[in-house]
């Protein structure tokens, strides 16, 4: 059975997921130029010709710089929820009618043979949403772009074989970064990002028995590395008693190289 996904890029500067199984192939978001994404999609191995379709988390450019671009070259279907086709309808230009789908908050939606589930983030978007991934009783979560961690959410990403989720930024890097402060207020705050502290004591809730991989994703390219994400992580996971480098894995994710496909199993 395949079930299998790779991050095509993810950071500040761009994001792009792919997932797919024997009869889907998902991107999620494309948040680079239309060159950039053909390119990373060759990196990756992929082919874009094969896509079947592109879901959208929200508007902020680095999720949606290109996709028009490629929803137009490959003629592909997109689908995000009402506020955020409102919210992003004049960046993208134009679609055919047959392009545009409504997937709203907390649905789950059946394509080929993934289920996909949506859920509200705490984020400065219209109606910012991710997704978690079900194929033959596994389950991947996507999840950036939020200011904290809800209940709601551990929940719902709970026990994932394996998880895309940020690690945005390094508080002291940020506190004492050349951001303006308003800037840095948005970050810290409820509707901006999460940090790495933040990110490993939620992964404390959310790692089950079937959890593997955890992918440290959204980097900030000022406010955070990727050796102290990763390590502030691990550390804080293995002082909790979790298997690190042993049942589960910390990996990295890049904004301009995408991560080798991984097969979910």
């Not at 999620?28 to 999609?41: I, P, T």
């Not at 010709?49 to 279907?77: M, W």
């Not at 009618?97 to 043979?113: A, I, S, Y």
Request: proline residues 3%; charged residues 25%.
């Amino acid at each position: 059975m395949t079930f299998q996904f790779s991050v095509l890029a993810s950071g500040s500067t761009g994001n792009a997921f792919y997932i797919e199984s024997e009869k889907e192939k998902i991107l999620v978001d494309a948040g680079l130029s239309g060159k950039q994404l053909d390119r990373l999609f060759n990196e990756a191995g992929l082919n874009p010709r094969e896509l079947s379709r592109i879901l959208v988390t929200h508007e902020h450019s680095d999720h949606i710089k290109g996709l028009g671009i490629i929803a137009r070259k490959y003629n592909l279907p997109i689908y995000a929820n009402e506020k955020t086709w409102r919210a992003m309808e004049n960046s993208i230009g134009k679609l055919s009618l047959d392009q545009k789908f409504n997937f709203e908050l907390e649905q789950v939606k059946t394509f080929g043979d993934i289920d996909v589930e949506s859920f509200g983030v705490s984020h400065d978007a219209a109606e910012p949403m991710f997704f978690t991934f079900h194929h033959d009783g596994k389950k991947v979560a996507l999840v950036t772009d939020l200011g904290y961690v809800s209940e709601r959410i551990k929940k719902t990403v709970q026990d994932a074989n394996a998880l895309v989720f940020e690690a945005n930024h390094d508080v002291s890097m940020l506190q004492m970064g050349r951001y303006p402060w308003n800037v840095k207020r948005r970050i810290l705050g409820d509707y901006g990002h999460v940090s790495n502290d933040d990110c490993a004591l939620a992964l404390e809730d959310i790692i089950g028995d079937q959890t593997k991989r955890i992918y440290l994703a959204h980097l900030s390219k000022d406010n955070n590395m990727k050796e102290l994400a990763r390590m502030s992580v691990e550390n804080h996971l293995e002082a909790a008693g979790f298997p690190i480098n042993h049942q589960i894995t910390i990996h990295d994710t890049d904004p301009d190289t995408p991560t080798p496909l991984f097969q979910v199993v």
